[in-house]
């Protein structure tokens, strides 16, 4: 892996959200714990993968905090922007899996102690200052939470020529919606949380809505085109599959160029959105969001992206 560069450099992809130390209890008993959240997997899969990317987070200056920068840092990550707060707790959350099923639950509850766990804190305006320079030389902004922080960040961003992707897991009505829907370029969203919720809503851009194991689609205005999900060979944990997708159309979106201020179009994703299927696929033969990276490397994930091997091969 790459250790971290101090030179300031272009930046591939920058971003915030939910970030947190997951706890992973496979079958009830503590299997591990790794770098989480579905901002922290797709960044920090993309700085294994050899991109140049800029986490902008909040987190505790506490032992865990220690762990997720080490983690980003490993990868390859540009660390400077990840801001360490005596008053903040880094976040974690538990994961439980049934490793007979591939089935899995989260809680910000401790299984063991029944304690609360520290939950997710967003970015405020001081971050967003500091982080200038990486969201004004970005390709692609990436956010999954939105605050008036996070709209700000995404502003900047946007400003400056970069493309947005955004992909709420969960959202509140309000201006800032309707702002962030304004300068998203891609919206990604699950049809079974956000379908309701979002049906309606006027957003000039593609969305790619997802359907669980049965696939996603992808729309833009009236043009509509269906991805059959890849089925995979074998079921282990089938948790971060939506990450991975995400990591397969952005890394895509970089190594085609579609990026800066051109508006993609939906036949401009489809073999990004294909490479990223094959990736969750194979993910879900290994325990834990990001098992295939953790289990097998960035070269072998990087080969699945590129077709060199496919699901079938686990």
């Known amino acids: 892996m790459r250790a971290p560069s101090a030179r300031v450099c272009h930046i591939d992809v920058a971003g915030t959200g939910f970030t947190v130390l997951d706890r992973i209890y496979a079958d009830g008993d503590l299997a591990e714990e790794a770098l989480g959240g579905s901002c922290g997997n797709v960044l920090v899969?993309?700085?294994?993968?050899?991109?140049?990317?800029?986490?902008v987070l909040t987190l505790g200056a506490d032992d865990e905090g220690e762990?997720?920068?080490d983690e980003f840092s490993q990868a390859g990550a540009h660390v400077q922007y990840i801001a360490r707060r005596e008053d903040v707790r880094s976040p974690v959350l538990a994961q439980e899996l049934d490793t007979a099923s591939g089935n899995h639950d989260f809680s910000f509850v401790c299984p063991d102690t029944r304690e609360e766990l520290p939950r997710y804190e967003p970015i405020g305006e001081a971050e967003v200052a500091t982080a200038f320079?990486?969201?004004n030389d970005c390709s692609v902004f990436y956010a999954d939470r939105l605050s008036a922080s996070i709209l700000a960040a995404m502003?900047?961003?946007?400003r400056a020529g970069a493309l947005v992707y955004f992909e709420p897991s969960e959202i509140e009505e309000g201006d800032l919606l309707e702002e962030a829907l304004s300068l998203t370029s891609i919206l990604k969203y699950s049809e079974d949380r956000l379908g309701e919720r979002l049906a309606?809503?006027?957003?000039?851009?593609?969305q790619i809505v997802t359907y669980g194991a049965a696939g996603l689609e992808v729309r833009d205005g009236a043009e509509v085109v269906w991805c059959k999900a890849i089925s995979a060979p074998r079921v282990l944990d089938t948790c971060g599959s939506g990450d991975m997708v995400s990591v397969g159309i952005i890394d895509w979106m970089l190594t085609a160029g579609i990026v800066g201020d051109s508006r993609p179009k939906v036949a401009d994703l489809l073999q990004g959105i294909v490479a990223g299927q094959r990736l969750a696929a194979a993910n879900c033969a290994y325990a834990g969001a990001r098992g295939l990276f953790r289990s097998r490397g960035a070269d072998f994930a990087r080969a699945i992206l590129c077709e060199r091997y496919s699901a079938a091969t686990m």
């Open 155 to 158: 502003r900047t961003a946007s």
């Open 45 to 55: 899969s993309l700085a294994m993968l050899r991109r140049q990317v800029a986490p």
């Open 133 to 135: 320079p990486a969201l």
């Open 67 to 69: 762990r997720l920068v």
């Open 200 to 206: 309606g809503r006027r957003a000039d851009c593609v």
